[in-house]
């Protein structure tokens, strides 16, 4: 006598009416829960040509020059793919045009598009969808690049009066006046010294009043290495004064970074016997300081 494997009609019933299906658990919440990891196709890419497969899934691009990636062509049935989601990882320093394919389009909003490009650095998520006259692929997800590959400080600093000024400052070496210094503690930024360079006004030649300063950070040194100073010179006071400030040089110098800056004024050269005004300006004014470093 033959015996036959079967299973019980009741269970097939259960099966289909509680179309819930649970791995690693007794008690599927979802369609399909899983309690644990789940996996699915990883792919790296080094050609810049590149057909995406219904077998692929997640795929990473680290080719050395700009890429094509197609997605597949849409059509019905086993093909249709709707909810099939691919994801996109540009690692390389080159871009990638993700392209539908021909009779294809990709929906980034109300506007359909023939492709999208995915910048360095950039990720991009598309789905399927069941549109096939208003865009066929979502664009449902991207993140962007890092928004920057520099490493920013930023600070105010004072710009003493002139030697010369009708309200003179002595130059000074040594950091031996402190009373132009700015910050607290270990983000101070001392004045080490300030040398003075008077206006001269000729009938062949004039030149600017201006000033070398040499300014030390007292905090850990920084690493100098591509940094690259900004400086803007600003006016904080009622004087008409306008300056200019030039960078000389930026080191580390006996574990302290030390920043060297030529000021100088701009808008007036000489003195106004008149009214008095001596382009050797006496007020004190303001310097603002950037630094970026390339971190990569």
């Not at 598309?126 to 400080?153: C, E, H």
């Amino acid at each position: 006598m033959k015996t036959k494997n079967f299973i019980p009609v009741l269970v097939l019933w259960g099966f289909f009416l509680n179309a819930q299906v649970g791995i690693k658990t007794n008690t599927p919440n979802s369609t399909l829960a899983v309690a644990g990891s789940l996996g699915a196709d990883y792919k790296q890419i080094s050609a810049t040509t590149y057909s995406i497969t219904a077998t692929d899934h997640y795929l990473t691009y680290n080719g050395t020059g700009n890429a094509t990636f197609t997605l597949p062509v849409i059509g019905t049935g086993t093909t249709s793919y709707t909810g099939r989601i691919y994801k996109i990882k540009n690692i390389s320093t080159s871009g990638i045009t993700l392209q539908a394919s021909s009779g294809n389009t990709l929906r980034i909003d109300n506007t359909p598009v023939t492709s999208f490009v995915i910048p360095t650095g950039a990720y991009a998520e598309v789905v399927n969808n069941s549109n096939t006259t208003g865009g066929t692929w979502d664009l449902s997800f991207t993140v962007l690049p890092k928004p920057s590959n520099v490493d920013i400080y930023g600070v105010q600093l004072l710009v003493p009066p002139h030697a010369g000024g009708t309200a003179p400052v002595a130059d000074w070496t040594n950091h031996t006046v402190t009373g132009y210094d700015t910050g607290t503690g270990t983000d101070a930024w001392w004045v080490i010294s300030k040398a003075s360079t008077t206006y001269a006004h000729t009938s062949a030649y004039s030149n600017a009043s201006r000033m070398m300063l040499v300014y030390e950070y007292q905090g850990a040194p920084f690493n100098v290495t591509n940094m690259y100073p900004i400086l803007t010179a600003g006016n904080n006071s009622s004087f008409p004064d306008v300056f200019t400030a030039s960078f000389v040089s930026l080191a580390n110098v006996s574990g302290k970074t030390r920043l060297t800056v030529s000021v100088s004024r701009i808008d007036f050269i000489g003195n106004n016997t008149v009214s008095g005004n001596n382009s050797n300006w006496t007020g004190t004014f303001l310097l603002n300081l950037l630094l970026a470093r390339k971190l990569y």
